[in-house]
């Protein structure tokens, strides 16, 4: 069954620093989402993406988040000055549709933020 | 923004019970998904309602959405071990385009 892929799977990093975190949709999805979830805490939707184009995106994509389908196969997910805030475990998913589809998830990145 | 609540928090059951797990919302949904999470791994999907009334089942899971479409339940029928783990409701608000999570619940299955 095709997955949703996402690497590394765990990312350590200055504060300051910038991470690109990555992510392999299936390949005939055209809705792209990132999640996050802080240890403890719920999921929470940071962005989603459609047709090169951010399509919705939450409060805690800031300008300091932004993501990019680079190529035919890939979706990242950069952060250009890590906080200590943002250590998270990082979820890619995606969908078929935006509607009457799930969206498939991948089994995460682990970002810390030292 | 859709404030999702799960009860219960986290559950222990024997191997071969039932168990029900409860979503609700405060506010109207336009569809409801049901995952299921590991730790440490990524939430794998497990159901998805849209309408009202509507009921599906995979396996020995059922779930459904009232007819209001503000609550779902989740039944797990003679749970086994392999049904540990942390189960995650999703709300759509006008689209699956940006969900909404609840805080989980937690199931542990004893032998």
């Known amino acids: 069954e095709p997955e949703v892929t996402q690497t590394p799977s765990h990312q350590v990093t200055q504060m300051g620093q910038e991470v690109i975190l990555r992510c392999v949709p299936i390949?005939?999805?055209?809705?792209f989402y990132w999640y996050r979830q802080i240890l403890g805490q719920k999921v929470e939707f940071l962005v989603s993406?459609?047709?090169?184009?951010?399509?919705?995106k939450s409060e805690i994509f800031d300008d300091q988040f932004s993501v990019e389908r680079p190529d035919g196969s890939n979706f990242t997910l950069k952060i250009r000055s890590t906080k200590l805030e943002d250590s998270a475990m990082y979820f890619c998913?995606?969908?078929?549709?935006?509607?009457?589809?799930?969206?498939?998830f991948g089994n995460g990145t682990r970002l810390t933020v030292t | 923004s859709q404030e999702l609540e799960q009860s219960p928090q986290s559950l222990i059951v024997q191997e071969g019970k039932n168990l029900t797990i409860n979503c609700t919302s405060s506010?109207?949904?336009?569809?409801l998904y049901w995952y299921k999470q590991k730790y440490g791994e990524g939430l794998i999907f497990l159901m998805m309602?849209?309408?009202?009334?509507e009921e599906k089942s995979h396996e020995k899971i059922t779930a459904k959405l009232d007819e209001k479409k503000q609550q779902s339940s989740l039944h797990i029928t003679a749970s086994q071990p392999s049904h540990a783990g942390i189960y995650l409701c999703?709300?759509?608000?006008?689209?699956?385009?940006?969900?909404?999570f609840g805080t989980g619940t937690r199931l542990q299955v004893t032998l």
């Open positions: 998913a995606s969908s078929l549709t935006v509607n009457n589809s799930p969206l498939h």
């Open positions: 390949s005939n999805h055209l809705y």
């Open positions: 993406f459609y047709n090169n184009e951010i399509s919705e």
């Open positions: 506010k109207t949904l336009y569809g």
């Open positions: 309602l849209q309408k009202g009334g």
């Open positions: 999703g709300a759509a608000r006008s689209s699956a385009s940006k969900l909404t």
